[in-house]
């Protein structure tokens, strides 16, 4: 052992001197000015309002700004926004901009950017739009002052304006912000606290930020994505690695500071790593969800949709996809488990397959073929869908499982036609908590059929109903209610099945010090110490 | 023939093969699965606007449109603009050539380094305990995936020794050193597979021609073995040595994909993944065209080369 010892020692201590010899000019350890951060996916499209991936609201994030922000108690701050007053009528919202602040190609922001900015993000989001259906009016008062007339009283317009994930109401200069919405920007100018470098960017490998030195940073501390935005680093930068085991290796031995999701599997052996630390600062997390296809046979009937819930189990799938239960929590809640508006109304997370078996009987099932799309991408995509097409089986439904990759299934899901032409049955897939936390934001409760509905297109009016009233309830207590019943008859319904809630740690250097804690990766108020 | 002429009738034979590759490049794509629009839509997106971006992007057009038009720009240069990145293709494709390249080249001239003398050796000491070392490291090259050698080489030279980073591209503007620093791994890599294939035809080739009657009459002349087997034999048998290592480039310019990934080398291969999964038609097409033509000049540059090596093909 002692000789075994001493050889590696050796081995090691020659090359090290030999790795000090041809290493010409590299800095082993970093710039402590210098952020390299590996992300779940690498920026593409740049475009916040056309690319509505994650990536895409990372991304702008960063360089844009918003009027209003939503802290980590879920309550809504101004950002950009100084003052603002609402008329006694609640029908004339007035919003003062702060003053000093700057484009990054130095321009002041004025009213007259935020109205196009907003007036184009809402052709974009739905929130946005429906927001805008209640607008009479959304003018300039002076440079810095604008207002908002509603036709009717909207108990929906701040948590609006303070959407915390895609599509956020990004502000941008009216040259920006005139081009169509469905066409991307070009140029990226924005008012946020990093610039980005466009000549560095490489799309799918590598985007470049550097700390906006004229950004007004509110005074106050960073909570959530509201507070104080003050940038203490020189430059982060954006590093695609298609392979998280490279990633992973690349973090212990420092030559990037910042895993954004590594596998779960992958996260004991970076937590036993020397410098590195594992930690969740995203408090919401993720939920997984079950969809099935309204519109074709068999799940064109309740019974059968319910026999698939009744059937299902998410401790299995949460196994399946997460395997530690350290990093996820079984739970009915459709608008996320720890959020205002969570609610475990409507199911117990169990299968109960009797009762699966009874309800398949009622709804009449004769063998229809099931088409499962599965996505193998990654476990968390595939995984609940081999547990779900097993657990179908077994209570006598005929699935046909189809694997693909995720862009496959993006263009499959999109199909409204039968089975036998192309279309679908069910699904699964992930979303975050932040997304689904408001009955207007949640795409999944959009049940206008196929009108314009969320790909499933589960049609039922008194959903629709119920969301129009919460839409324009100002009450807290009362919107909790209305969210609550909305919850119940989604269920009864069956809208789509709540696989359960997981958390995705990020894996960093212990150089990097006071990571906000928010719903998406930010890069202000890191420290990195030396 | 001289060579001008090869040239030139090799340079117009290429014409209808980047044809017919443009062709099914393109169809290949439009009758696969999978939607661009779909992706870019998003997931909010109505069916009125799916159709305007699909609209815009003129995918709404009939295909032998969409052809045409392709066509077209190609014929002017032009391979279009990403639909997901909204940059030229020429553009990412000039971003990205730099480190396929630089891993295409160290590890062709590695391999050629060391797989020819290996080749040549084993054939040299036919049975003895070199030939059979050369060739067990030769199933071994072929049989043992990259990706294996790759967490191989990363973990014993980069995570225990320290010696090399275990990720990254520096380009040659950031240092000669940086620039091989980063490469190392990356062709210790891929040219095993190349060391292999390259021993075993160099050695396959020189023991056909070492039993040949020139190489009997070389010895009988008295010439020392050196002499025989170096300036005699091994130019009769450089021709299968050069066409394995011309095809050996063409394999590995579309091969590198794998070690793009466990190196995180920021090159073609890893653009063409992401672009198939994003189903970026524009950048598809203009890397199969790059590739292509980047093969048919690799076939090229070999058959002029023969002509070096055995002067009576010139002759025909």
């Given at each position: 052992?002692?000789?075994?010892?001493?050889?590696?020692?050796?081995?090691?201590?020659?090359?090290?001197?030999?790795?000090?010899?041809?290493?010409?000019?590299?800095?082993?350890?970093?710039?402590?000015?210098?952020?390299?951060?590996?992300?779940?996916?690498?920026?593409?499209?740049?475009?916040?309002?056309?690319?509505?991936?994650?990536?895409?609201?990372?991304?702008?994030?960063?360089?844009?700004?918003?009027?209003?922000?939503?802290?980590?108690?879920?309550?809504?701050?101004?950002?950009?926004?100084?003052?603002?007053?609402?008329?006694?009528?609640?029908?004339?919202?007035?919003?003062?901009?702060?003053?000093?602040?700057?484009?990054?190609?130095?321009?002041?922001?004025?009213?007259?950017?935020?109205?196009?900015?907003?007036?184009?993000?809402?052709?974009?989001?739905?929130?946005?739009?429906?927001?805008?259906?209640?607008?009479?009016?959304?003018?300039?008062?002076?440079?810095?002052?604008?207002?908002?007339?509603?036709?009717?009283?909207?108990?929906?317009?701040?948590?609006?304006?303070?959407?915390?994930?895609?599509?956020?109401?990004?502000?941008?200069?009216?040259?920006?912000?005139?081009?169509?919405?469905?066409?991307?920007?070009?140029?990226?100018?924005?008012?946020?606290?990093?610039?980005?470098?466009?000549?560095?960017?490489?799309?799918?490998?590598?985007?470049?930020?550097?700390?906006?030195?004229?950004?007004?940073?509110?005074?106050?501390?960073?909570?959530?994505?509201?507070?104080?935005?003050?940038?203490?680093?020189?430059?982060?930068?954006?590093?695609?690695?298609?392979?998280?085991?490279?990633?992973?290796?690349?973090?212990?031995?420092?030559?990037?500071?910042?895993?954004?999701?590594?596998?779960?599997?992958?996260?004991?052996?970076?937590?036993?790593?020397?410098?590195?630390?594992?930690?969740?600062?995203?408090?919401?997390?993720?939920?997984?969800?079950?969809?099935?296809?309204?519109?074709?046979?068999?799940?064109?009937?309740?019974?059968?949709?319910?026999?698939?819930?009744?059937?299902?189990?998410?401790?299995?799938?949460?196994?399946?996809?997460?395997?530690?239960?350290?990093?996820?929590?079984?739970?009915?809640?459709?608008?996320?488990?720890?959020?205002?508006?969570?609610?475990?109304?409507?199911?117990?997370?169990?299968?109960?397959?009797?009762?699966?078996?009874?309800?398949?009987?009622?709804?009449?099932?004769?063998?229809?073929?099931?088409?499962?799309?599965?996505?193998?991408?990654?476990?968390?995509?595939?995984?609940?869908?081999?547990?779900?097409?097993?657990?179908?089986?077994?209570?006598?439904?005929?699935?046909?499982?189809?694997?693909?990759?995720?862009?496959?299934?993006?263009?499959?899901?999109?199909?409204?036609?039968?089975?036998?032409?192309?279309?679908?049955?069910?699904?699964?897939?992930?979303?975050?908590?932040?997304?689904?936390?408001?009955?207007?934001?949640?795409?999944?409760?959009?049940?206008?059929?196929?009108?314009?509905?969320?790909?499933?297109?589960?049609?039922?009016?008194?959903?629709?109903?119920?969301?129009?009233?919460?839409?324009?309830?100002?009450?807290?207590?009362?919107?909790?209610?209305?969210?609550?019943?909305?919850?119940?008859?989604?269920?009864?319904?069956?809208?789509?099945?709540?696989?359960?809630?997981?958390?995705?740690?990020?894996?960093?250097?212990?150089?990097?010090?006071?990571?906000?804690?928010?719903?998406?990766?930010?890069?202000?108020?890191?420290?990195?110490?030396? | 023939?001289?060579?001008?002429?090869?040239?030139?009738?090799?340079?117009?034979?290429?014409?209808?093969?980047?044809?017919?590759?443009?062709?099914?490049?393109?169809?290949?794509?439009?009758?696969?699965?999978?939607?661009?629009?779909?992706?870019?839509?998003?997931?909010?997106?109505?069916?009125?606007?799916?159709?305007?971006?699909?609209?815009?992007?003129?995918?709404?057009?009939?295909?032998?449109?969409?052809?045409?038009?392709?066509?077209?720009?190609?014929?002017?240069?032009?391979?279009?603009?990403?639909?997901?990145?909204?940059?030229?293709?020429?553009?990412?494709?000039?971003?990205?050539?730099?480190?396929?390249?630089?891993?295409?080249?160290?590890?062709?001239?590695?391999?050629?380094?060391?797989?020819?003398?290996?080749?040549?050796?084993?054939?040299?000491?036919?049975?003895?305990?070199?030939?059979?070392?050369?060739?067990?490291?030769?199933?071994?090259?072929?049989?043992?995936?990259?990706?294996?050698?790759?967490?191989?080489?990363?973990?014993?030279?980069?995570?225990?020794?320290?010696?090399?980073?275990?990720?990254?591209?520096?380009?040659?503007?950031?240092?000669v050193g940086l620039f091989l620093w980063h490469l190392a791994l990356p062709t210790l890599t891929l040219s095993l597979v190349y060391v292999a294939l390259i021993a075993r035809v160099a050695r396959t080739s020189l023991l056909e021609v070492l039993n040949e009657d020139f190489v009997r009459t070389a010895r009988a002349k008295g010439l020392p073995e050196r002499i025989v087997v170096f300036k005699h034999a091994l130019r009769n048998?450089?021709?299968?040595?050069?066409?394995?290592?011309?095809?050996?480039?063409?394999?590995?310019?579309?091969?590198?994909?794998?070690?793009?990934?466990?190196?995180?080398?920021?090159?073609?291969?890893?653009?063409?993944?992401?672009?198939?999964?994003?189903?970026?038609?524009?950048?598809?097409?203009?890397?199969?065209?790059?590739?292509?033509?980047?093969?048919?000049?690799?076939?090229?540059?070999?058959?002029?080369?023969?002509?070096?090596?055995?002067?009576?093909?010139?002759?025909?």
């Amino acid at each position: 052992m002692f000789n075994d010892f001493s050889r590696r020692s050796l081995l090691k201590a020659g090359a090290a001197g030999l790795a000090t010899g041809i290493m010409p000019r590299i800095a082993r350890a970093q710039s402590s000015r210098v952020i390299r951060a590996v992300m779940h996916a690498p920026l593409r499209a740049t475009d916040p309002l056309i690319n509505t991936a994650w990536t895409g609201r990372n991304h702008g994030l960063n360089i844009y700004d918003t009027l209003f922000s939503t802290d980590s108690k879920f309550q809504i701050r101004p950002q950009m926004v100084e003052a603002y007053e609402v008329s006694a009528d609640k029908l004339t919202y007035t919003f003062k901009l702060r003053s000093g602040l700057k484009f990054h190609d130095g321009a002041p922001v004025t009213s007259a950017d935020v109205i196009p900015s907003l007036q184009r993000w809402a052709k974009r989001d739905t929130m946005g739009s429906r927001m805008m259906s209640f607008i009479a009016e959304l003018k300039p008062v002076d440079e810095r002052t604008f207002q908002l007339v509603l036709k009717s009283p909207y108990g929906q317009v701040l948590p609006t304006l303070a959407k915390p994930s895609s599509i956020m109401p990004f502000i941008m200069p009216a040259r920006l912000a005139a081009q169509a919405p469905d066409q991307p920007v070009t140029e990226f100018v924005g008012s946020g606290p990093f610039r980005f470098i466009a000549s560095e960017f490489r799309p799918g490998n590598r985007a470049v930020y550097e700390r906006n030195a004229d950004y007004v940073s509110r005074d106050e501390p960073s909570d959530g994505l509201a507070g104080g935005k003050i940038v203490k680093i020189d430059r982060y930068e954006w590093i695609s690695m298609p392979d998280f085991q490279t990633a992973a290796n690349a973090l212990v031995n420092k030559e990037i500071d910042f895993l954004e999701a590594a596998p779960h599997d992958i996260l004991p052996s970076l937590a036993a790593a020397k410098d590195v630390v594992v930690a969740d600062y995203n408090p919401l997390g993720f939920m997984s969800v079950c969809r099935m296809n309204w519109q074709s046979e068999p799940f064109n009937r309740p019974e059968i949709r319910q026999a698939v819930m009744y059937a299902s189990d998410q401790t299995d799938w949460l196994d399946a996809q997460v395997g530690n239960p350290e990093y996820y929590q079984t739970s009915a809640a459709m608008f996320g488990v720890t959020t205002p508006l969570g609610s475990e109304v409507g199911w117990n997370t169990k299968s109960d397959v009797a009762r699966a078996k009874d309800l398949l009987k009622k709804g009449g099932y004769k063998g229809e073929k099931v088409v499962m799309l599965q996505a193998t991408d990654s476990p968390l995509l595939s995984g609940s869908s081999t547990v779900t097409a097993q657990k179908l089986r077994a209570i006598g439904m005929n699935v046909e499982v189809q694997t693909m990759d995720w862009g496959s299934l993006l263009a499959r899901r999109v199909k409204q036609d039968s089975t036998a032409n192309g279309g679908w049955s069910i699904t699964h897939w992930v979303t975050t908590t932040t997304e689904l936390m408001n009955p207007l934001a949640n795409t999944l409760l959009d049940t206008r059929g196929k009108a314009g509905g969320f790909f499933g297109w589960p049609e039922d009016t008194e959903i629709e109903g119920l969301r129009n009233t919460f839409a324009l309830e100002p009450s807290a207590d009362a919107q909790k209610a209305v969210a609550e019943a909305i919850q119940k008859r989604a269920y009864d319904v069956m809208t789509h099945i709540p696989g359960g809630q997981f958390r995705q740690p990020v894996s960093h250097s212990k150089a990097l010090k006071n990571i906000v804690r928010a719903p998406a990766p930010l890069f202000w108020n890191v420290e990195k110490t030396a | 023939m001289a060579i001008a002429g090869v040239l030139l009738k090799r340079s117009v034979s290429v014409v209808p093969v980047l044809a017919v590759v443009a062709l099914i490049a393109f169809l290949l794509l439009r009758f696969s699965s999978g939607d661009p629009v779909a992706q870019l839509a998003g997931d909010n997106a109505d069916p009125a606007a799916i159709a305007a971006i699909r609209a815009r992007l003129g995918l709404d057009q009939p295909l032998p449109v969409q052809f045409l038009q392709w066509l077209w720009r190609l014929l002017q240069g032009d391979l279009g603009i990403s639909i997901v990145s909204n940059q030229p293709v020429l553009t990412l494709i000039g971003q990205r050539v730099g480190p396929t390249l630089a891993v295409s080249l160290t590890t062709i001239i590695f391999s050629v380094l060391v797989g020819v003398p290996i080749g040549v050796l084993a054939a040299w000491r036919r049975g003895g305990w070199l030939d059979r070392f050369a060739m067990w490291t030769s199933v071994t090259g072929f049989a043992v995936p990259t990706f294996a050698i790759g967490y191989f080489w990363i973990y014993l030279l980069s995570m225990q020794l320290g010696l090399f980073p275990v990720q990254g591209y520096a380009s040659l503007s950031q240092g000669v050193g940086l620039f091989l620093w980063h490469l190392a791994l990356p062709t210790l890599t891929l040219s095993l597979v190349y060391v292999a294939l390259i021993a075993r035809v160099a050695r396959t080739s020189l023991l056909e021609v070492l039993n040949e009657d020139f190489v009997r009459t070389a010895r009988a002349k008295g010439l020392p073995e050196r002499i025989v087997v170096f300036k005699h034999a091994l130019r009769n048998a450089a021709v299968p040595i050069v066409s394995i290592v011309g095809i050996g480039v063409a394999l590995l310019i579309g091969g590198v994909v794998v070690t793009e990934s466990v190196f995180n080398l920021p090159g073609l291969g890893r653009l063409t993944v992401d672009s198939v999964l994003a189903r970026d038609y524009p950048v598809i097409q203009g890397i199969i065209m790059v590739f292509g033509g980047a093969y048919v000049a690799i076939n090229l540059l070999v058959d002029i080369s023969y002509t070096f090596f055995d002067p009576r093909i010139s002759a025909q």
